[in-house]
Structure formats: C-alpha cells, structure tokens
C-alpha cells in the first residue's frame, strides 16, 4: 500500500490504496499519538466530526486521521461493492500510520472499526461508540424500507431518502433529526445519500460470531447512550461481551447521538480512556 497527496479547496489530503487498489482519502490534523476517526456511516464523511468541535478537541492531544469511507468525500470506489472491502479500508489508513494507533468509530464507523482490528496488527487501542450490528433478535431494516428508500434514488430524492434512514432505520428522535439539519455536512450527506442501501444491505447480511474475537486483546472502549434504540445497546453489550479486554460507558439521558448531544462527555470518555493506557 503506497500514500500520496491530492490537494482539495487548500486543504492537504492524505490517501491510502486500499488492497482493491481503491484511494481512500484522510485529513490529518494536531499531534501527539495517532487517533483514526471513521465516520458514523449514513452517508457521512469525515467532516462529520467537525461538527461540535470534536476534530479540533481531539487535535490539541492527538494527529487526528480522519478518514472519508469509499464512494465518500474525496475517497474513490470500487466497481462492486462489498461490506469487505470497507473492513480492509480501514485497516489500510490505520496500517499506513508508522506507529500503533488508536482506532474511534460510531455507529458503522464502529461496526468497520471493530472488523478491521482483525485485520491490523498495528493498533493501540478501540474506541467503538454503538456499533449497529444485528443481535438479539433484532432486524436493522425491512427489505421493504430498503425497496422504498431505492424507489426514492430512482426519483432523485436523495434528501427523502436519508430522512427516511435516520427515522426508520437509525431511530434517531425528530429533535435529534433537526440537530442534524443544521450541521454543516448535511447538504453533502444529501449528496452521497446513494451510499445507504448498500452499507445497510452489508450490515443486514452480516452475521456476528462472538467466538471470532476471542483473542483480540487490544484495549477497548464501548460506548452507548442511555436513551439509544434498544438495538444499539444490546449490540454494543454484546461486543462488550465478546471482547477479552473491554469496559463500557454509557452517556446517562443521551443516545446514539452523544458526539453532538453530550460533546464534551463524548470528548473526556474518549481521552481519559486513552490517557489511561500508559
């Protein structure tokens, strides 16, 4: 795997080639020890982090690697798609990185963090906030949303159709909703709104075997909110519940949505958990 620069708006972003041969794009930023953040999916990039501060709190600590996932901001994309090569991308910008890092994902940001750290031997730490894997009986999504929500991309109604992933999927609250209207990314969330059946359709088919991370003894951090969907906590108890070497913290009155509801709880469980492992 090789890195290169690409220029963008005045910006410096770094890329990283994937094992597909795909380019995917990060901004680095601060320094200190290595921290990647991969975005919580729903057509996010990795400006999503920009909003509340998180990005600039975590760069006054850390060299922040904030990476866009493929068909993303300035990321590249494969032919055909597979929730495989998401995993890989990750690994590829945390195996670029010349010393071991800190792994942070929300939401399917967490659910690739927590796949690609089987496929690193190059990582410090994980901190997974509410991975959206199917456990328990639950189902992320029916194939009927999932008809409506391609029905609405054949329209050109993109913005419909990341509504419809937030309510119907997500379950995210319709304050919460509005929250998100007003963060600067949502025009560009519109934009790549064509990326959710297939991240979801990945997440769907995903089958989770405990047994798989028996032996991944890197230092975890599990984090949920209190308020999440119930699919969400028991996903996140049961990755707590797989991992060796774990604990977990929950955001009291928060939900899957901490990182701008409870920002600066979000950013000290984080440090002070990193801060922790010398």
Sequence with gaps: MHNRNISSKNRQINTVTSIDGTLIAYERSGSGPPLVLVPPGGSNDHTRWEAGGVLTAFAKTFT??????RGLGMSGDG???????????????????????????????AFLSLEAALRTENLRALVLYEPPIPVGGHELVSEKILDEMTGLL??????????????????????????????????NRVKWAHTLPRQIRGVREYAFAPERFQNLTTPTLLLTGSQSPLLYRDATAAVNKALPNSRLI?????????????????IEAVTTFIHGLD
């Excluded at 890989?88 to 071991?100: C, G, Q």
């Excluded at 929950?250 to 979000?266: I, N, V, W």
Aim: without cysteine; aromatic residues 10%.
């Design 250 to 266: 929950a955001f009291e009155g928060h939900g899957h949505l901490a990182t701008l509801t409870a920002t600066e709880r979000f």
């Design 154 to 187: 054949a329209k050109g109604e993109q913005e419909e159709v990341l509504l419809k992933f937030l309510t119907a999927i997500a379950g995210i609250p319709p304050e919460e909703v509005n929250t998100l209207r007003k963060v600067p990314n949502w025009q």
């Design 64 to 69: 922040v690697y904030a990476m866009d996932n």
């Design 79 to 109: 032919l055909d798609y597979d929730l495989e090569r998401e995993f890989e991308d990750v690994a590829a910008v945390v195996d670029s990185i010349p010393e071991p890092a800190i792994l942070l994902g929300h939401s399917f940001g």
